[in-house]
């Protein structure tokens, strides 16, 4: 029986640091989306914060902010998370809890780690919705996969997401056009409600903080659908591979 063989390439992509909702914010390790890949199947986004001590960072405190086009996927490992969106949902996301949150047509909600924990410890990922589901209702869902095994894997897959997506702060959409007035209608005071609809209950850690979070200037060149290369390992990136088979 052969003993050898042969190295399978693999990609290996490495997480960047960024603030979550402001420069003084907790800081979140952030895989996807970067300029090699943007996309895993229809997996769009992947945050992963902590682990983090609350009482030295002040936590996660996002003020209400808007989504369209995706959903977004809240999965704890340590802590607590209290959410509050525009369906007048209010709930709590714990250790093996998942929250399931639809933007559709478009939403808003916040996120802020509760008085309760101490070390905060999870992930947020975002799928893009397709065309048949992106201008749809809000919709939220609680699912818990608790049970008896300690055990925690993330493996993100899918088959290619054929359309082209548009992806600028928290808004996925297809086209430049797209994500510019959908800025332009959260900034809207007036008329954000009409899109986004109102979160209500937010209580943040800093009470002179913002109330929400108004969305950044744009850039002035067209914002590009994104391209992703082949979901083939490119050899040169596998540092297992043998040197004298590259």
């Given at each position: 029986?052969?003993?050898?063989?042969e190295?399978?390439?693999?990609e290996?992509i490495?997480?960047?640091?960024v603030?979550?909702g402001?420069?003084?914010?907790?800081?979140?390790?952030?895989?996807?989306?970067?300029?090699?890949?943007?996309?895993?199947?229809a997996?769009?986004?992947?945050?992963?914060?902590?682990?983090?001590?609350?009482?030295a960072?002040?936590?996660?405190?996002?003020?209400?902010?808007?989504?369209?086009?995706?959903?977004?996927?809240?999965?704890?490992?340590?802590?607590?998370?209290?959410?509050?969106?525009?369906?007048?949902?209010?709930?709590?996301?714990?250790?093996?809890e998942?929250?399931?949150?639809?933007?559709?047509?478009?939403?808003?909600?916040?996120?802020?780690?509760t008085?309760?924990?101490?070390?905060?410890?999870?992930?947020?990922?975002?799928?893009?919705?397709?065309?048949?589901?992106?201008?749809?209702?809000?919709?939220?869902?609680h699912?818990?996969n608790?049970?008896?095994?300690?055990?925690?894997?993330?493996?993100?897959?899918?088959?290619?997401?054929?359309?082209?997506?548009?992806?600028?702060?928290?808004?996925?959409?297809?086209?430049?056009?797209?994500?510019?007035?959908?800025?332009?209608?959260?900034?809207?005071?007036?008329?954000?409600?009409?899109?986004?609809?109102?979160?209500?209950?937010?209580?943040?850690?800093?009470q002179?903080g913002?109330?929400?979070?108004?969305?950044?200037?744009?850039?002035?060149?067209?914002?590009?659908?994104?391209?992703?290369?082949?979901?083939?390992?490119?050899?040169?990136?596998d540092?297992?591979?043998?040197?004298d088979?590259r």
């Amino acid at each position: 029986m052969s003993t050898t063989s042969e190295a399978v390439p693999v990609e290996i992509i490495t997480a960047r640091d960024v603030p979550l909702g402001g420069p003084r914010a907790m800081t979140v390790h952030r895989t996807l989306p970067q300029r090699r890949r943007s996309l895993i199947g229809a997996w769009c986004f992947c945050d992963h914060y902590g682990p983090d001590h609350v009482a030295a960072t002040g936590g996660m405190d996002v003020a209400p902010h808007p989504h369209t086009g995706l959903q977004t996927v809240t999965w704890l490992f340590t802590g607590e998370i209290r959410h509050d969106d525009a369906q007048d949902v209010h709930a709590v996301v714990r250790p093996g809890e998942v929250n399931l949150m639809t933007a559709g047509a478009g939403t808003c909600h916040s996120e802020v780690s509760t008085e309760e924990t101490d070390i905060l410890d999870g992930v947020q990922l975002w799928t893009v919705l397709p065309e048949d589901a992106r201008h749809g209702p809000r919709r939220f869902d609680h699912l818990v996969n608790t049970g008896d095994l300690q055990a925690r894997l993330i493996l993100l897959g899918g088959e290619p997401f054929a359309e082209e997506v548009v992806m600028w702060w928290n808004f996925v959409g297809r086209s430049d056009e797209e994500i510019r007035s959908y800025r332009e209608q959260w900034n809207d005071l007036d008329h954000a409600a009409e899109r986004f609809g109102v979160t209500e209950g937010y209580v943040g850690h800093d009470q002179e903080g913002p109330r929400r979070l108004p969305a950044p200037v744009m850039p002035e060149t067209p914002v590009r659908a994104r391209t992703n290369p082949a979901p083939v390992a490119r050899p040169g990136d596998d540092p297992y591979r043998p040197k004298d088979a590259r």
